[in-house]
């Protein structure tokens, strides 16, 4: 695998009994790049993504991040990858703070590391409160700053921009966009500014890539 591919996946599929949700995906995710994989529900964006992050098997096809088979080295991946999914239960009886802390201590960071989003947010004006008093939109901003603590080289968000106001939907894009310690890979059907930050667009459908825009390059242009 080239070095300053962080991401090879070639004829991957997934199957859930007789329906098959990942039909041959073949990929490469560059160091530093950022993508966005667009879709109506049940296209496969979030199934690919749980795939890279080992949470699910594929049923066939070749996955390698940095190097490593995520579904058996996922302690050494661990150290370069960092995600949430829209779907993961929160602990309900932990405040914010101290559900972060922990997750910071157990990464080896601080929540210094992502201090600038917990401003842009304003995470910190609620995270004393205990998690099952959260709205959706609160939950929602605790996972977006668990998913960039520690600045890992590779981040992926599930579904970011769902639950949350207007304004902080512009501000976690402009973080996006700012981000320079790695590669963002985002899964998302709410557009709002996305594309205009990303490198490419991967369209999703019927658990295929159906299109791609490379949006760096038609800038340049």
Same mark, same amino acid.
């Given at each position: ?162 639950? @949350? /106001? !207007?304004?902080?939907? =512009?501000? *976690?894009?402009?973080? &996006? ?6 590669? #963002?890979?985002?899964?998302?059907? @709410? /557009? !709002?500014?996305?594309? =205009?930050? *990303?490198?490419?667009? &991967? ?6 890539? #159906? ?6 390059? !038609?800038?340049?242009?």
């Amino acid at each position: 695998m080239d070095g300053d591919v962080i991401v090879y996946i070639d004829g991957l599929v997934k199957r859930y009994g007789f329906t098959t949700a990942l039909d041959n995906i073949s990929l490469e995710i560059m160091s530093m790049e950022k993508i966005l994989l667009k879709g109506p529900n049940g296209s496969g964006k979030t199934t690919l993504l749980k795939i890279i992050t080992g949470l699910v098997r594929p049923s066939r096809g070749i996955v390698e991040v940095f190097g490593y088979n995520p579904l058996k080295e996922i302690d050494k991946l661990s150290r370069y990858i960092s995600f949430y999914f829209e779907d993961d239960p929160l602990p309900w009886w932990l405040d914010g703070h101290s559900y972060l802390e922990f997750l910071a201590e157990t990464q080896s960071t601080s929540l210094d590391s992502v201090k600038e989003l917990i401003n842009l947010l304003g995470v910190d004006e609620y995270w004393d409160k205990r998690i099952y008093t959260y709205s959706s939109g609160m939950k929602r901003k605790i996972q977006i700053v668990r998913a960039f603590l520690g600045n890992k080289r590779l981040v992926i968000l599930d579904e970011p921009l769902t639950y @949350i /106001d !207007e304004e902080s939907r =512009k501000k *976690v894009v402009e973080y &996006i966009k700012d981000y320079i310690y790695g590669g #963002v890979v985002i899964a998302s059907h @709410i /557009d !709002e500014g996305l594309p =205009k930050v *990303v490198d490419r667009v &991967i369209h999703m459908d019927g658990g295929r890539i #159906v299109g791609v825009e490379h949006l760096a390059e !038609e800038d340049e242009e």
